[in-house]
Protein backbone atom coordinates (compact mmCIF):
# COMPACT_ATOMS: atom_id res chain seq x y z
CA UNK A 1 0.00 0.00 0.00
CA UNK A 2 1.35 3.44 -1.44
CA UNK A 3 2.15 6.46 1.78
CA UNK A 4 -1.12 8.13 -0.18
CA UNK A 5 -3.56 5.55 0.85
CA UNK A 6 -2.13 5.18 4.42
CA UNK A 7 -2.42 9.18 4.80
CA UNK A 8 -6.30 8.44 4.07
CA UNK A 9 -6.60 5.02 5.97
CA UNK A 10 -5.25 7.16 9.11
CA UNK A 11 -7.28 10.29 8.30
CA UNK A 12 -10.45 8.98 6.17
CA UNK A 13 -12.31 12.29 7.26
CA UNK A 14 -10.16 14.42 5.52
CA UNK A 15 -12.24 14.25 2.55
CA UNK A 16 -15.39 13.97 3.56
CA UNK A 17 -15.79 17.29 5.51
CA UNK A 18 -18.84 19.19 4.24
CA UNK A 19 -20.63 22.42 5.29
CA UNK A 20 -24.21 23.25 5.37
CA UNK A 21 -26.01 25.53 3.31
CA UNK A 22 -28.52 28.35 5.40
CA UNK A 23 -31.27 30.44 4.02
CA UNK A 24 -31.19 33.78 5.43
CA UNK A 25 -34.22 34.98 6.37
CA UNK A 26 -34.22 39.17 6.05
CA UNK A 27 -36.91 41.60 5.31
CA UNK A 28 -34.47 43.45 3.17
CA UNK A 29 -34.93 40.27 0.78
CA UNK A 30 -38.07 39.86 0.64
CA UNK A 31 -38.76 43.45 -0.15
CA UNK A 32 -36.51 43.12 -3.44
CA UNK A 33 -37.35 38.96 -4.40
CA UNK A 34 -34.26 37.81 -3.79
CA UNK A 35 -33.07 34.50 -1.92
CA UNK A 36 -29.83 34.35 0.11
CA UNK A 37 -27.91 31.09 1.05
CA UNK A 38 -25.42 31.23 3.64
CA UNK A 39 -22.59 28.02 2.84
CA UNK A 40 -21.65 27.68 6.36
CA UNK A 41 -18.05 26.76 5.86
CA UNK A 42 -17.01 28.09 9.47
CA UNK A 43 -18.58 24.98 10.65
CA UNK A 44 -16.41 22.91 8.57
CA UNK A 45 -13.82 22.04 11.37
CA UNK A 46 -13.68 22.63 14.89
CA UNK A 47 -10.24 23.89 14.82
CA UNK A 48 -9.00 24.50 10.81
CA UNK A 49 -12.67 26.24 9.89
CA UNK A 50 -13.72 27.81 6.54
CA UNK A 51 -11.71 28.21 3.81
CA UNK A 52 -8.15 27.56 5.62
CA UNK A 53 -9.39 23.74 5.82
CA UNK A 54 -9.93 23.44 2.02
CA UNK A 55 -6.61 25.12 1.66
CA UNK A 56 -4.88 22.64 3.97
CA UNK A 57 -6.25 19.71 3.06
CA UNK A 58 -4.37 18.26 0.22
CA UNK A 59 -1.02 20.12 1.12
CA UNK A 60 -1.43 18.17 3.96
CA UNK A 61 -1.32 15.31 2.08
CA UNK A 62 1.21 16.36 0.04
CA UNK A 63 3.56 17.22 2.67
CA UNK A 64 3.04 13.39 4.42
CA UNK A 65 3.83 11.56 1.26
CA UNK A 66 6.71 13.92 0.67
CA UNK A 67 7.94 12.82 4.20
CA UNK A 68 8.06 15.98 5.63
CA UNK A 69 7.19 16.40 9.25
CA UNK A 70 7.06 19.98 9.45
CA UNK A 71 4.85 22.60 8.09
CA UNK A 72 6.34 25.94 7.96
CA UNK A 73 4.10 29.42 6.76
CA UNK A 74 3.89 33.22 7.49
CA UNK A 75 1.38 35.63 8.60
CA UNK A 76 0.59 38.47 10.54
CA UNK A 77 0.00 38.63 14.12
CA UNK A 78 -3.92 37.82 13.81
CA UNK A 79 -3.69 35.65 11.08
CA UNK A 80 -6.16 32.79 10.70
CA UNK A 81 -3.72 30.56 8.36
CA UNK A 82 -1.37 30.91 11.14
CA UNK A 83 -4.10 29.44 13.69
CA UNK A 84 -4.82 26.86 11.36
CA UNK A 85 -1.80 25.49 10.45
CA UNK A 86 -0.67 25.16 13.69
CA UNK A 87 -4.29 23.31 14.63
CA UNK A 88 -3.43 21.33 11.82
CA UNK A 89 0.07 20.40 12.82
CA UNK A 90 -1.39 19.78 16.08
CA UNK A 91 -4.28 17.56 14.59
CA UNK A 92 -2.24 15.53 11.96
CA UNK A 93 0.91 15.29 14.03
CA UNK A 94 3.25 17.79 12.13
CA UNK A 95 6.03 20.02 13.97
CA UNK A 96 4.78 23.75 13.05
CA UNK A 97 6.62 26.74 12.63
CA UNK A 98 5.05 30.40 12.08
CA UNK A 99 6.99 33.76 10.62
CA UNK A 100 5.02 36.31 12.14
CA UNK A 101 5.16 40.24 10.64
CA UNK A 102 6.04 42.45 13.52
CA UNK A 103 8.40 42.85 16.29
CA UNK A 104 7.52 39.96 18.85
CA UNK A 105 5.44 40.88 22.42
CA UNK A 106 5.88 39.69 25.30
CA UNK A 107 1.92 39.14 25.88
CA UNK A 108 0.69 36.64 23.06
CA UNK A 109 -2.84 37.51 21.57
CA UNK A 110 -5.38 35.19 21.60
CA UNK A 111 -4.19 33.84 18.06
CA UNK A 112 -0.70 33.60 18.62
CA UNK A 113 -1.37 32.34 22.22
CA UNK A 114 -3.45 29.52 20.93
CA UNK A 115 -1.10 29.08 17.88
CA UNK A 116 2.14 28.14 20.45
CA UNK A 117 -0.45 26.34 22.95
CA UNK A 118 -0.67 23.98 19.82
CA UNK A 119 2.91 23.42 19.54
CA UNK A 120 3.74 26.18 16.60
CA UNK A 121 7.65 27.62 16.86
CA UNK A 122 7.41 31.18 16.04
CA UNK A 123 9.98 33.90 14.68
CA UNK A 124 9.53 37.23 14.35
CA UNK A 125 10.67 39.81 11.32
CA UNK A 126 10.28 43.27 10.81
CA UNK A 127 8.31 44.58 7.91
CA UNK A 128 11.02 45.31 5.91
CA UNK A 129 12.37 41.57 6.57
CA UNK A 130 8.98 40.13 5.68
CA UNK A 131 8.46 41.46 2.63
CA UNK A 132 11.49 39.58 1.44
CA UNK A 133 10.15 36.38 2.95
CA UNK A 134 8.89 34.87 -1.17
CA UNK A 135 12.67 35.57 -2.49
CA UNK A 136 14.88 32.66 -3.90
CA UNK A 137 17.39 33.79 -1.12
CA UNK A 138 15.28 34.08 1.65
CA UNK A 139 13.59 30.23 0.62
CA UNK A 140 16.62 29.13 0.26
CA UNK A 141 18.03 29.98 3.08
CA UNK A 142 14.87 28.28 5.26
CA UNK A 143 15.30 25.13 2.78
CA UNK A 144 18.35 24.55 4.15
CA UNK A 145 17.77 25.21 7.15
CA UNK A 146 14.88 23.12 7.52
CA UNK A 147 15.03 20.20 5.24
CA UNK A 148 12.27 18.57 7.17
CA UNK A 149 9.46 21.50 6.21
CA UNK A 150 6.63 21.79 3.61
CA UNK A 151 6.76 25.51 3.06
CA UNK A 152 2.94 26.95 2.80
CA UNK A 153 2.82 30.54 1.65
CA UNK A 154 1.39 33.44 3.65
CA UNK A 155 -2.45 32.86 3.63
CA UNK A 156 -1.99 29.17 1.93
CA UNK A 157 -2.82 29.75 -1.72
CA UNK A 158 -1.12 27.10 -4.07
CA UNK A 159 -2.63 25.31 -6.56
CA UNK A 160 -3.14 22.80 -3.70
CA UNK A 161 -5.26 25.02 -2.40
CA UNK A 162 -7.16 25.62 -5.34
CA UNK A 163 -8.25 22.43 -5.61
CA UNK A 164 -9.02 21.81 -2.07
CA UNK A 165 -11.55 25.17 -2.55
CA UNK A 166 -13.04 24.28 -5.52
CA UNK A 167 -14.66 21.59 -3.77
CA UNK A 168 -16.88 23.91 -2.63
CA UNK A 169 -19.12 24.22 -5.26
CA UNK A 170 -20.00 20.46 -5.57
CA UNK A 171 -20.61 20.64 -2.29
CA UNK A 172 -23.44 23.43 -2.07
CA UNK A 173 -26.97 21.43 -2.07
CA UNK A 174 -29.25 24.83 -3.41
CA UNK A 175 -29.68 25.91 -7.46
CA UNK A 176 -28.66 29.33 -7.58
CA UNK A 177 -27.65 32.29 -9.73
CA UNK A 178 -24.98 33.76 -8.01
CA UNK A 179 -21.74 32.73 -5.51
CA UNK A 180 -19.84 35.54 -3.70
CA UNK A 181 -16.85 35.08 -1.79
CA UNK A 182 -14.27 37.34 0.32
CA UNK A 183 -10.65 37.62 -1.24
CA UNK A 184 -7.40 38.19 0.97
CA UNK A 185 -4.72 36.36 -1.41
CA UNK A 186 -7.36 35.56 -3.94
CA UNK A 187 -7.20 32.09 -3.60
CA UNK A 188 -10.27 31.01 -2.58
CA UNK A 189 -12.08 32.62 -4.92
CA UNK A 190 -9.60 31.15 -7.57
CA UNK A 191 -10.71 28.12 -6.62
CA UNK A 192 -14.55 28.62 -6.80
CA UNK A 193 -14.16 30.18 -10.46
CA UNK A 194 -12.16 26.88 -11.32
CA UNK A 195 -14.36 24.68 -9.87
CA UNK A 196 -17.35 26.56 -11.30
CA UNK A 197 -15.90 26.02 -14.97
CA UNK A 198 -17.70 29.34 -16.03
CA UNK A 199 -21.17 28.10 -14.40
CA UNK A 200 -22.77 30.48 -12.69
CA UNK A 201 -22.04 34.22 -11.70
CA UNK A 202 -19.06 34.80 -9.32
CA UNK A 203 -18.56 38.27 -7.14
CA UNK A 204 -15.45 38.73 -5.39
CA UNK A 205 -15.27 41.30 -2.13
CA UNK A 206 -11.84 42.42 -1.95
CA UNK A 207 -10.81 42.62 1.67
CA UNK A 208 -7.49 45.45 0.87
CA UNK A 209 -7.97 48.82 -0.48
CA UNK A 210 -7.14 49.06 -4.08
CA UNK A 211 -7.86 45.11 -4.34
CA UNK A 212 -8.58 45.60 -8.08
CA UNK A 213 -5.08 44.06 -8.37
CA UNK A 214 -6.45 40.77 -7.21
CA UNK A 215 -7.94 40.74 -10.87
CA UNK A 216 -4.20 39.76 -12.56
CA UNK A 217 -3.73 37.37 -9.56
CA UNK A 218 -6.93 35.24 -9.68
CA UNK A 219 -6.36 35.47 -13.71
CA UNK A 220 -3.23 33.74 -13.19
CA UNK A 221 -4.11 31.18 -10.39
CA UNK A 222 -7.34 29.67 -12.17
CA UNK A 223 -5.20 29.71 -15.73
CA UNK A 224 -2.39 28.20 -14.00
CA UNK A 225 -4.52 25.51 -12.76
CA UNK A 226 -7.49 24.88 -15.32
CA UNK A 227 -5.67 25.93 -18.48
CA UNK A 228 -8.53 27.99 -18.94
CA UNK A 229 -9.89 31.71 -18.39
CA UNK A 230 -13.17 32.54 -17.58
CA UNK A 231 -15.45 36.11 -17.84
CA UNK A 232 -18.28 34.45 -15.41
CA UNK A 233 -16.94 36.87 -12.58
CA UNK A 234 -16.51 40.05 -10.94
CA UNK A 235 -14.85 42.05 -7.80
CA UNK A 236 -16.54 44.17 -6.12
CA UNK A 237 -13.75 46.72 -4.65
CA UNK A 238 -15.57 49.49 -2.91
CA UNK A 239 -16.25 47.83 0.49
CA UNK A 240 -12.76 47.47 2.12
CA UNK A 241 -13.90 49.80 5.00
CA UNK A 242 -10.44 51.63 4.26
CA UNK A 243 -8.25 48.69 3.83
CA UNK A 244 -7.01 45.24 5.23
CA UNK A 245 -8.67 45.25 8.93
CA UNK A 246 -9.57 48.78 9.02
CA UNK A 247 -12.91 48.65 10.43
CA UNK A 248 -15.36 51.11 10.86
CA UNK A 249 -18.50 52.16 12.84
CA UNK A 250 -21.36 51.10 10.33
CA UNK A 251 -19.61 47.91 9.67
CA UNK A 252 -19.17 47.16 13.45
CA UNK A 253 -23.06 47.85 13.68
CA UNK A 254 -24.00 45.86 10.62
CA UNK A 255 -22.09 42.95 11.98
CA UNK A 256 -23.65 42.85 14.93
CA UNK A 257 -27.27 43.24 13.19
CA UNK A 258 -26.17 40.09 11.12
CA UNK A 259 -25.68 38.18 14.24
CA UNK A 260 -29.10 39.59 16.47
CA UNK A 261 -30.77 38.43 13.26
CA UNK A 262 -29.52 35.38 11.77
CA UNK A 263 -27.54 33.89 14.91
CA UNK A 264 -24.68 33.80 12.49
CA UNK A 265 -21.26 35.12 14.38
CA UNK A 266 -19.19 36.76 11.27
CA UNK A 267 -15.65 38.68 11.49
CA UNK A 268 -15.03 42.27 9.97
CA UNK A 269 -12.31 41.15 7.66
CA UNK A 270 -13.30 39.55 5.13
CA UNK A 271 -17.47 37.76 5.22
CA UNK A 272 -18.12 41.18 7.60
CA UNK A 273 -17.75 43.29 4.20
CA UNK A 274 -19.05 40.58 2.02
CA UNK A 275 -22.01 40.47 3.67
CA UNK A 276 -22.07 44.09 4.40
CA UNK A 277 -21.00 44.56 0.18
CA UNK A 278 -24.19 42.01 -0.58
CA UNK A 279 -26.89 44.00 1.74
CA UNK A 280 -25.76 47.02 -0.21
CA UNK A 281 -25.75 45.58 -3.71
CA UNK A 282 -29.41 43.84 -2.72
CA UNK A 283 -30.87 47.77 -1.22
CA UNK A 284 -29.60 49.26 -4.79
CA UNK A 285 -31.05 46.76 -6.86
CA UNK A 286 -27.90 44.42 -8.07
CA UNK A 287 -29.79 41.53 -8.67
CA UNK A 288 -32.98 41.28 -10.67
CA UNK A 289 -36.07 39.62 -8.39
CA UNK A 290 -36.05 35.91 -7.63
CA UNK A 291 -32.55 35.87 -7.92
CA UNK A 292 -30.73 33.03 -5.76
CA UNK A 293 -27.49 33.70 -4.14
CA UNK A 294 -24.95 31.97 -1.92
CA UNK A 295 -22.55 33.77 0.14
CA UNK A 296 -19.30 31.48 1.25
CA UNK A 297 -19.34 32.01 5.20
CA UNK A 298 -15.02 31.70 5.04
CA UNK A 299 -14.56 31.52 8.72
CA UNK A 300 -11.92 33.39 10.34
CA UNK A 301 -13.94 33.63 14.13
CA UNK A 302 -10.58 32.95 15.72
CA UNK A 303 -9.59 36.39 15.36
CA UNK A 304 -12.60 37.85 16.75
CA UNK A 305 -11.48 37.92 20.74
CA UNK A 306 -7.64 39.93 19.66
CA UNK A 307 -9.97 41.83 17.28
CA UNK A 308 -12.02 42.83 20.06
CA UNK A 309 -9.05 43.35 22.46
CA UNK A 310 -7.11 45.50 20.15
CA UNK A 311 -10.08 47.65 18.44
CA UNK A 312 -12.28 47.66 22.09
CA UNK A 313 -15.69 47.00 19.86
CA UNK A 314 -17.86 44.21 20.75
CA UNK A 315 -17.93 42.25 17.86
CA UNK A 316 -20.12 39.39 19.50
Given at each position: ?G?P????F???N??K?S ?7 D ?7 V ?35 T ?5 G ?13 R ?22 T????C??Q??Y ?12 F??E ?16 T ?5 K ?23 G????I ?19 AFL????VH?V?H ?10 L ?7 G ?12 QY ?6 V ?9 M ?6 L ?27 E??G?R??
Amino acid sequence: MGVPSLFLFYYPNIMKASAPVQLLQDPLFATKGVQVYLKREDLLHPTIPGNKWRKLKYNLQAARESGKNTLLTFGGAYSNHIAAVAAAGREFNFRTIGYIRGEAHLTLNPTLTFATNCGMQLHYLDREAYRLKNTPFFLEKLRHEYPEAYLLPEGGTNLLALKGCAEIVPDITVAYDYLLCAAGTGGTLAGIIAGLAGEKQVIGFPALKGGAFLKEDIVHLVTHYTGQTYDNWELQTQYHFGGYAKIKPELVAFIQYFRQQHQVPIEPIYTGKMLYGLYDLIRNDYFKPNTAIVAIHTGGLQGLAGLEERLGVRLT
